[in-house]
T-cell receptor, first 115, second 114 residues
């Protein structure tokens, strides 16, 4: 079955700790994205990547870091510099940034909570 | 500043009612407007609209774009409890890095009572 998987489903972070959220896709998509969703707000773009070994900051990149060493994988690290990390994190992928965004497929999300 | 505004933020209706959800936008370099349904986790794609005045339909759902008014509506007729979800509107635009990006509205939470 093709799709996007995210793990873990829930993640707890302690003060001063870095945590990494996993995102894997087997759709052979070039582009991948990370969004943050807070209650009462729309999805906000954290980082995106058009191709392996390349990524760009989105609108709220501060306190986050990413890597794109493999086409299938786009992990997101929430660093201790992110002071308000509690949110629902969604990973998405699409065949490419040049195409219409209707082909953006989402993973099931990771809910991050601060202890 | 680019923005997408959805209204109402929440809506409670009875099964069988018809609902209209609104999305307005202020975005430079507009390319398309998209509607997604989010039930519990992953948003799922409903419609993409690029041309004004052309209605897209899928069963009981339909949507239309008005580029003059910078807005779109999503209609759901004969609502069912399975339509309960958050409906998200997103606008695709060309960002300053010349990449296409989505900007999202806050969503409308729709609750259908049996």
């Amino acid at each position: 079955d093709g799709g996007i998987t995210q793990s873990p489903k829930y993640l707890f972070r302690k003060e001063g700790q870095n945590v990494t959220l996993s995102c894997e896709q087997n759709l052979n998509h070039d582009a991948m994205y990370w969004y943050r969703q807070d209650p009462g707000q729309g999805l906000r773009l954290i980082y995106y990547s058009q191709i392996v070994n390349d990524f760009q900051k989105g609108d709220i990149a501060e306190g986050y870091s990413v890597s794109r060493e493999k086409k299938e994988s786009f992990p997101l690290t929430v660093t201790s510099a992110q002071k308000n990390p509690t949110a629902f994190y969604l990973c998405a992928s699409s065949p490419g940034l040049a195409g219409y965004q209707e082909t953006q497929y989402f993973g099931p999300g990771t809910r991050l909570l601060v202890l | 500043e680019d923005k997408v505004v959805q209204s109402p933020l929440s809506l409670v209706v009875h099964e069988g009612d018809t609902v209209t959800l609104n999305c307005s936008y202020e975005v430079t370099n507009f390319r398309s407007l998209l509607w997604y349904k989010q039930e519990k986790k992953a948003p799922t794609f409903l419609f993409m609209l690029t041309s004004s005045g052309i209605e897209k339909k899928s069963g009981r759902l339909s949507s239309i774009l008005d580029k003059k008014e910078l807005s779109s509506i999503l209609n759901i007729t004969a609502t069912q409890t399975g339509d309960s979800a958050i409906y998200l509107c997103a606008v695709e635009f060309l960002n300053r890095r010349s990449n296409y990006q989505l900007i999202w509205g806050a969503g409308t939470k729709l609750i259908i009572k049996p």
